[in-house]
């Protein structure tokens, strides 16, 4: 099973801030990877896929990068819409696996 | 436009079992793969199981293999998780979710709003 760990575990900015959410795989992925946000009482929201690729609908200020085992979500200007949690999710291998969450807040 | 809505959830003894079901709306649903994510209170996502296009194939997460099966009704666009030889740690809320690609990516671009399962004496 590949292990996915997300850091830091919450990130406190102010808006107009640039936010950087890691996710560091236990071994090699390629670009096998996803990054979701999850509001309280909301559907869990695909922001990128195949680790830079940006979905539909999803705001420009939200990117993706990274290959092998680390991988980065950048929010190029912090919103306080975007106040929610964040996870990375590899398809490379069977199970699927998450990340344990980054929580981004309002400073 | 693209909708999931669960149901089934509910308070269900350790043992017991249940069936949550999934409708789907706004797209095709027998081009895409479907699966079961799961949150438990205070915890992160976890995968719980993927069907392919067809239902002849399916995936599972450790922790529920054997115990939760993956089906799909083409004809009634529906999904069903079924849940079996449940313990309190399956209390969650249990997400359908629509594979990005037809031919299986394993990435979800859509997702319904969830339903819970309360497993408690």
């Known amino acids: 099973e590949i292990v996915l760990t997300q850091s830091p575990g919450t990130l406190s900015l102010s808006p107009g801030e640039r936010a950087t959410l890691s996710c560091r795989a236990s071994q090699r992925m390629i670009n096998s990877v996803a990054w979701y946000q999850l509001k309280p009482g909301q559907a869990p929201r695909l922001l990128i896929y195949d680790a830079s690729n940006r979905a539909a609908g999803i705001p420009a200020r939200f990117s993706g990068s990274g290959s092998g085992t680390d991988f980065t979500l950048t929010i190029s200007s912090l919103e306080t819409e975007d106040v929610a949690v964040y996870y990375c999710q590899q398809r490379f291998n069977w199970p699927l696996t998450f990340g344990g969450g980054t929580k981004v807040e309002i400073k | 436009e693209v909708q999931l809505v669960e149901s089934g959830g509910g308070v269900v003894r350790p043992g017991g079992s249940l069936r949550l079901a999934c409708t789907v709306s706004?797209?095709?649903?027998?081009?895409?793969?479907m699966h079961w994510f799961r949150q438990a209170p205070g915890k992160g996502l976890e995968w719980v199981a993927v069907?392919?296009?067809?239902?002849?194939?399916?995936k599972y997460g450790d922790s529920v293999k054997g115990r939760f099966t993956i089906s799909r009704d083409n004809t009634r666009k529906s999904l069903y998780l079924h849940l079996k030889s449940l313990a309190p740690e399956d209390t969650a809320f249990y997400y359908c979710?629509?594979?990005?690609?037809?031919?299986?990516?394993?990435?979800?671009?859509?997702w319904g709003q969830g339903t819970l399962v309360l497993v408690s004496s």
């Open positions: 069907i392919s296009r067809d239902g002849s194939s399916t």
């Open positions: 706004g797209f095709t649903f027998d081009d895409y793969p």
């Open positions: 979710a629509k594979d990005i690609l037809g031919s299986g990516w394993y990435f979800a671009d859509f």
